[in-house]
T-cell receptor, first 111, second 119 residues
Framework: GNSVTQMEGPVTLSEEAFLTINCTYT??????LFWYVQYPGEGLQLLLK?????DKGSNKGFEATYRKETTSFHLEKGSVQVSDSAVYFC??????????FGQGTRLTINP | DTGVSQNPRHKITKRGQNVTFRCDPI?????LYWYRQTLGQGPEFLTY????????KSRLLSDRFSAERPKGSFSTLEIQRTEQGDSAMYLC?????????????????FGQGTRLTVV
């Protein structure tokens, strides 16, 4: 079956540090890959997506590249801000319509 | 506000009682999804509708759970004879899609969820 594995949190960094949150997946077929973010007290929001191998999704300084050979979609940001503190979810979707999520990684950025 | 709206935001109920949640999707979205999220976990798919048709149900959706979308607009999720294990955040999402299913990259917009606590 389809599944997503994220690096365990919580992750705590200082402002302006480099961020990587690892995500690997198992899927039949050719999934689309997503990163969702959940800020405190808010609903899930789409952060970025990639629909085929070697695509790079990017938004708000975050990037992730769809790597078919390593079945990965790691999230990166070069310089994090306090406002990036949130829970980040990696997810995939195949021909079926449902999203399959990882367990989430809580990120805290200290000033 | 034109986002996905869920009501109530919080619900505390006694074990054995029935509860019903409502989701109002974005108005032009024909697909509607229900997910459940327990503490420290990612959301898990429960069911989804294309217009008023319920097209898929997860094995997580026991016979105590029922979802409807009678007119292809808002949806309700009812849990009968609640158990403590039902305590979770129930999330609704909506998106645009067609019958061909070629919408794997269509964005799903999520509501803020209904947090259920069964005591």
């Amino acid at each position: 079956g389809n599944s997503v594995t994220q690096m365990e949190g919580p992750v705590t960094l200082s402002e302006e540090a480099f961020l990587t949150i690892n995500c690997t997946y198992t899927a039949t077929g050719y999934p689309s890959l997503f990163w969702y973010v959940q800020y405190p007290g808010e609903g899930l929001q789409l952060l970025l997506k990639a629909t085929k191998a070697d695509d790079k999704g990017s938004n708000k300084g975050f990037e992730a590249t769809y790597r078919k050979e390593t079945t990965s979609f790691h999230l990166e940001k070069g310089s994090v801000q306090v406002s990036d503190s949130a829970v980040y979810f990696c997810a995939l979707k195949t021909g079926a319509q449902k999203l399959v999520f990882g367990q989430g990684t809580r990120l805290t950025i200290n000033p | 506000d034109t986002g996905v709206s869920q009501n109530p935001r919080h619900k505390i109920t006694k074990r054995g009682q029935n509860v019903t949640f409502r989701c109002d999707p974005i108005s032009e979205h024909n697909r509607l999804y229900w997910y459940r999220q327990t503490l420290g976990q990612g959301p898990e798919f429960l069911t989804y509708f294309q217009n008023e048709a319920q097209l898929e149900k997860s094995r997580l959706l026991s016979d105590r759970f029922s979802a409807e979308r009678p007119k292809g607009s808002f949806s309700t999720l009812e849990i009968q004879r609640t158990e403590q294990g039902d305590s979770a955040m129930y999330l609704c999402a909506s998106s645009v899609g067609d019958w061909r299913g070629a919408s794997g990259n269509t964005e799903a917009f999520f509501g803020q969820g209904t947090r259920l606590t069964v005591v």
